[in-house]
């Protein structure tokens, strides 16, 4: 008789102790880069660099960079820093990343879920304009798409390449499909979460080596508030479920990348030409990402995007 193979074993919480990792990493490090801005904007004051193009570019970054800013940049160190390790811990091959081929028709997908993603998120922007949530700016660019083109398709090939990709392929080696695309979009929502509130923020004079960890309690405090839960991080959960859904359907990354770009094109755009006028959480929030109206609208354009896309789903 033959004897019944080991069950592989869960990689979820490996993932979460480097998320984990990633978070209080970011915490002490935040404060030493912080000090290691501040040493370089009197360098560069003092220094021949300071008025040269570059050196003024760099004046003018150090000195809007809030503490906040500098905590997110030394997350995602970390997450960099860490990411090595931690896929070798998980043994890393190729099964667990999806096939980019066929290339044409994976243009197709991508096109599909740009236009949906990006046409619906604007067409509901134009309802808030008349609805009086937002007006234009007073000197609007309608034809000013570099930024937002370009945060599209970053945001889009690396969050996809990471969530769905590398951290669903983990998932779904040893997870049923249904499981795998619950943890999968929690999270993804999570960390996309996990930001002080706005408006919140620390001055340079009050920055101490203990300040990383009042950003993370910041954080924590924003799960107490019901109305901003209801506001944004349902509808992140949101995104995250259909992102996950298409790529279980399709077996390829192309739509998710496609959905995820054009979302975040809809949305800087459209912030680049108007003002939010206060006062319509929680259906309608500060930016297209926020509210239940932009839930109900990531919703309906999922719903659309997996009946437009092939499916190559498999049974669990």
């Not at 000013?144 to 969530?163: H, N, Q």
């Not at 839930?295 to 719903?303: I, P, R, S």
Request: proline letters at 5%; glycine letters at 10%.
């Amino acid at each position: 008789m033959q004897a019944n193979k080991p069950r592989p074993t869960s990689a979820l919480p490996k993932l979460l102790l480097y998320l984990l990792a990633v978070m209080l990493g970011g915490a002490l490090l935040a404060p030493p880069l912080f000090d290691l801005g501040q040493s370089a904007l009197i360098w560069l004051k003092s220094g021949s660099l300071g008025s040269s193009g570059l050196g003024q570019w760099l004046l003018k970054e150090i000195q809007r960079a809030h503490f906040t800013r500098y905590f997110n940049r030394a997350v995602l160190i970390c997450a960099i820093v860490f990411i090595w390790p931690f896929l070798r811990w998980v043994k890393l091959d190729r099964t667990l990343l999806p096939s980019w081929r066929p290339v044409s028709s994976g243009i197709k997908q991508w096109l599909i879920g740009f236009c949906l993603a990006a046409g619906f998120l604007l067409l509901l922007g134009f309802v808030f304009c008349k609805a009086g949530a937002y007006q234009l700016k007073p000197q609007v660019s309608w034809i000013k798409i570099s930024e937002p083109i370009t945060a599209a398709l970053g945001a889009g090939i690396i969050e996809e390449f990471f969530f769905r990709g590398l951290l669903l392929g983990l998932l779904l080696r040893t997870m049923t499909t249904r499981a795998a695309l619950l943890w999968a979009t929690f999270i993804f929502a999570i960390v996309h979460f996990m930001k002080p509130p706005d408006g919140w923020q620390i001055t340079d004079d009050q920055v101490v080596w203990t300040s990383g960890f009042a950003v993370l309690t910041q954080i924590a405090k924003g799960f107490g508030d019901v109305q901003f839960l209801l506001a944004e991080f349902a509808t992140l959960y949101a995104v995250g479920w259909v992102l996950t859904r298409v790529r279980v359907q399709t077996g390829a990354l192309w739509a998710g990348i496609g959905l995820h770009g054009g979302w975040v094109f809809g949305l800087k755009y459209f912030s680049s030409l108007t003002v939010y006028q206060n006062g319509w959480l929680p259906w309608i929030g500060p930016n297209l990402k926020i509210g239940l109206a932009p839930l109900a609208m990531v919703l309906l354009t999922g719903w659309l995007a997996l009946r437009l896309l092939p499916s190559h789903q498999q049974a669990d």
